[in-house]
């Protein structure tokens, strides 16, 4: 297994020689960008739905006890879901720093870090 591929110098130069080595064999690659060889079989996977999130935040915030969370509501959770771009360890980020600063200054720097530029 490979993770984060995008992170690595020269990647294509590495999956090539992976190739060579492996033949036929496989090798599990991920990578938040498409970087792999057409011989790839790849698959795309995206964000939970907005309804999804809603649920998965409910969840989280009943298992951290998040009070700030727990008391946010659907326009909240929904505001998380777009700055995470529906995935689920950034939300879970978001709610963790909620346990500590008001939502509005949590999604405010992830606004500022450019965090949907990535």
Same mark, same amino acid.
């Given at each position: 297994? &490979?993770?984060?591929?995008?992170?690595?110098?020269?990647?294509?130069? +590495?999956?090539? $020689?992976? %190739?060579?080595?492996?033949?036929?064999?496989?090798?599990?690659?991920?990578?938040?960008?498409?970087?792999?060889?057409?011989?790839?079989?790849?698959?795309?996977?995206?964000?939970?739905?907005?309804?999804?999130?809603?649920?998965? &935040?409910?969840?989280?915030?009943?298992?951290?006890?998040?009070?700030? +969370?727990?008391? $946010?509501? %659907?326009?909240?959770?929904?505001?998380?879901?777009?700055?995470?771009?529906?995935?689920?360890?950034?939300?879970?980020?978001?709610?963790?720093?909620?346990?500590?600063?008001?939502?509005?200054?949590?999604?405010?720097?992830?606004?500022?870090?450019?965090?949907?530029?990535?």
């Amino acid at each position: 297994m &490979l993770d984060n591929l995008e992170t690595v110098p020269e990647r294509d130069a +590495l999956i090539g $020689a992976l %190739l060579q080595i492996l033949g036929w064999g496989k090798i599990l690659v991920t990578s938040r960008y498409s970087v792999l060889p057409s011989r790839a079989f790849t698959l795309e996977l995206e964000g939970l739905s907005p309804q999804d999130a809603v649920t998965f &935040l409910t969840w989280t915030a009943q298992r951290q006890n998040n009070k700030n +969370l727990l008391s $946010a509501g %659907l326009d909240v959770m929904a505001r998380i879901h777009d700055a995470a771009g529906g995935a689920p360890l950034a939300m879970q980020l978001i709610s963790g720093q909620m346990e500590y600063q008001p939502v509005e200054q949590v999604l405010r720097l992830i606004r500022e870090a450019g965090f949907n530029d990535l």
